[in-house]
């Protein structure tokens, strides 16, 4: 009977506490006073990489689009930094020995393109796969290929 | 010891900033072909690969120095050699011709050309004297009415060959008939 008496009392107690209402108490002293309203948008970016891209055979150039920061809301001294993990190397699909060398450039520089920083929607960097006369020379053939990765992050800007 | 341990290692990565990062991958791809194609533009004669007749074109393996017989038709000889836009004539020997390897398509033109013949013109011969011998006196007539080739003394004429004579000759000779017709009447008269 005891035990059934605390337990009904702490029942009511726990449905008590949950119909409470907070209130708080703010001293109003008079004249003006100033309401701080903030808010804050959390940084977004776009950024369009080449797609998979055909060589056609004996190409010393062939054109490998762009890396482009299409839309961007980032915060001042920030930036938005690609880079670009490529091995250099086309290798055959039936013997990985036999390779053919290649470099990806910046169209309008003509280096080697690594990394980039793009802070502004509409900045990118045109690219373009060069492979040397001597390699396609010594190519043996069949079919080669191979993947590169972009890797976009949110970084201090330099 | 290792309840410490693990009370930094919450710590630390409590601390770290968490960073969001993207990735994505491309392909690049090519193929490379396993033979060549040449194509074969040849005068006066045929071009051989492995021996057997090449006629526009033939597909050669990659990388390999193609060996090409040029076979010119009778009469003729190799004149020039071009492969690939290059003048390589110097290179052949014995009328063949090895191609550096083939890394793409190409072009072998050949030219040949009329062996030059011996001129058998009599005009042309040279003619001698033999000791004791008096030379001829050379004297040239035309004679003939084929364009006016003539025949020049000095060439011997045997019996049986045939001339041809001039309308003037026969004119003159009819004249010169006529006229004796006419006199020998004249004194038939005058007698």
């Known amino acids: 009977m005891t035990r059934k008496i605390i337990a009904a009392v702490s029942a009511a107690a726990v449905v008590a506490s949950m119909g409470s209402i907070s209130a708080f108490a703010v001293d109003y002293p008079g004249g003006k006073q100033n309401t701080k309203i903030t808010t804050s948008i959390d940084p977004t970016f776009t950024v369009s990489i080449p797609a998979d891209t055909t060589v056609a055979f004996n190409a010393e150039t062939t054109d490998f689009s762009e890396v482009k920061l299409v839309s961007a809301q980032i915060d001042p001294g920030k930036a938005v930094k690609v880079e670009l993990d490529a091995s250099g190397t086309l290798k055959n699909a039936e013997d990985d020995t036999k390779t053919i060398a290649y470099v990806v450039n910046e169209k309008e520089a003509g280096t080697q393109y690594v990394s980039g920083q793009y802070k502004a929607a509409g900045d990118a960097t045109a690219l373009k796969i060069d492979i040397t006369k001597a390699a396609w020379d010594a190519a043996f053939a069949g079919s080669y290929s191979d993947t590169v990765t972009f890797t976009v992050s949110y970084v201090d800007a330099d | ?191």
């Not at chain 2, 020039?80 to 072998?108: C, R």
């Open chain 2, 1 to 191: 010891m290792k309840k410490i341990a693990v009370l930094l290692m919450t710590l630390i990565l409590l601390c770290s900033i968490p960073m969001t990062v993207y990735a994505d991958s491309v392909r690049i791809d090519t193929d490379v072909p396993a033979s060549h194609s040449v194509m074969v533009d040849v005068t006066g004669g045929t071009v051989k690969a492995d021996g057997v007749v090449c006629k526009d074109q033939i597909a050669v393996e990659r990388q390999k120095s193609q060996l090409y017989e040029l076979v010119p038709e009778k009469g003729y000889q190799l004149d020039k050699l071009y492969y690939n836009g290059q003048d390589v004539t110097s290179l052949v020997k014995d009328n063949q011709f090895v191609a550096d390897p083939i890394h793409a398509d190409g072009v072998l033109k050949v030219l040949f050309k009329r062996i030059a013949e011996k001129s058998t013109h009599p005009s042309e011969q040279s003619s001698g004297t033999t000791p004791g011998h008096t030379p001829e006196t050379k004297k040239d007539t035309e004679i003939g009415t084929d364009g006016g080739q003539g025949y020049s003394e000095s060439q011997s004429v045997k019996t049986g060959d045939t001339a041809a004579v001039d309308l003037g000759i026969w004119l003159i000779f009819l004249c010169l008939a006529l006229a004796v017709i006419i006199s020998q009447s004249k004194r038939k008269v005058v007698s």
